[in-house]
């Protein structure tokens, strides 16, 4: 079985050199153990904070060791009570393609007719980032102008569909016209494609003439203080992430308008997922019903076999993904 490890920390953008791939043999499961085949993995962004060493809400990744993160895989030999030969469970031993785990390791997957990588998308820690972000912390409320950063991303795509389906003018931007096609088809009112935009706060203020309720923050830098320019008072921020500083060699600049928060009274909050999780049956209770109704759409960026795991990574930076980046294993 491979496996990609973390050869050096990257600095900087990272490159295919920080990770190498390795062969190890799995051997027969012990006693309480099963051994999983990974059929999906996901690459996320997050993970690049792990790949430095410092102390943070998840620990960083050690040199010379597989990387973790999500996956879903079949079970292929069970030494484990209540997990079967052929049973779908999802995990956190992601950028490999077998493994053995203790039962408690793994949680059985029920797909409910959905494909099971939607577990890592849609269905999963990135769909559920989106619903945290705009019900709880943005507290969405009627009439609400929604402006989302990143939004043909894994999140940002649920982000713009839920506030449409919950009545929403949403104002998208992303970067290329075939990410602009991407959300006007899936109901966005407004898209900027910040790529081609010189002054984002002018696009922004000629989406939303009033200004906008909600922001919700992928990706820091320019957008935030486009956002904060734009916004109306009393509007309210979920800093859900600021992918554009994630591959910072410096402290990068502070949004140099952040003192517009003060007069016009605005909130800014940040959360991390996995504090919300209790919020998960309500997400996947309207997401099937949405789903169901035809009303959801969803894309996937996939890379086939775990070599090419890094590189599916990569692309998150460069913006080569559109909707949830996965890897197909096996
Ligand atoms: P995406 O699927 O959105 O992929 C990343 C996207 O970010 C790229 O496709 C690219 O889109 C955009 N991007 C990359 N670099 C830059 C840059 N320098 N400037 C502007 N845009 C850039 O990833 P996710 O949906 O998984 O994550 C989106 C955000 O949500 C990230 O900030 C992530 O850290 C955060 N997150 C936070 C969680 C939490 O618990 N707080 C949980 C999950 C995610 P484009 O081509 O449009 O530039």
Redesign the pocket.
């Given at each position: 079985s491979r496996e990609i490890r973390l050869k050096s920390r990257p600095v900087g953008l990272p490159t295919a050199d920080n990770f190498e791939l390795a062969s190890v043999t799995v051997p027969a499961p012990g006693p309480g153990e099963v051994q999983v085949k990974n059929l999906w993995m996901t690459v996320?962004?997050?993970m690049r904070g792990r790949m430095m060493d410092r102390e943070s809400y998840v620990p960083p990744f050690q040199i010379g060791e597989a990387l973790q993160g999500g996956a879903v895989g079949e079970v292929v030999a069970s030494n484990a009570e209540g997990l079967k030969v052929g049973d779908l469970v999802s995990t956190m031993f992601g950028w490999r393609e077998a493994f053995n785990a203790p039962a408690g390791a793994v949680q059985k997957l029920d797909t409910h007719g959905l494909p099971p990588q939607a577990f890592l998308g849609v269905a999963g820690?990135?769909g559920l980032?989106a619903y945290v972000g705009l019900i709880k912390i943005a507290a969405l409320k009627p009439g609400d102008v929604v402006f989302v950063s990143?939004a043909?991303?894994?999140?940002?795509s649920v982000v713009c569909q839920i506030a449409k389906l919950k009545g929403h003018t949403v104002i998208g931007s992303?970067?290329?016209a075939d990410?602009v096609a991407f959300l006007k088809q899936i109901g966005v009112d407004h898209v900027i494609d910040y790529k081609a935009e010189k002054d984002l706060t002018a696009a922004l203020q000629r989406a939303a003439p009033q200004g906008i309720d909600v922001y919700f923050e992928?990706?820091g830098g320019e957008h935030l203080e486009a956002a904060l320019n734009v916004a109306k008072p009393f509007a309210r921020f979920a800093l859900?992430?600021?992918?554009?500083q994630y591959n910072a060699t410096e402290a990068p600049k502070g949004p140099s308008n952040i003192i517009l928060a003060v007069g016009k009274s605005l909130k800014l909050e940040g959360?991390?997922?996995s504090n919300h999780f209790d919020m998960a049956p309500a997400y996947l209770k309207e997401l099937s019903g949405w789903i169901q109704s035809g009303k959801f759409h969803w894309k996937e960026t996939v890379e086939n076999g775990v070599e090419n795991a890094p590189k599916a990574f990569l692309k998150?930076?460069s913006?080569e993904?559109m909707g949830?980046?996965l890897v197909k294993l096996g």
């Open positions: 996320d962004p997050y820690m990135p980032t990143a043909a991303g894994a999140v940002g992303a970067g290329g990410k992928n990706v859900c992430g600021m992918i554009s959360f991390i997922v998150l930076f913006g993904n949830k980046m």
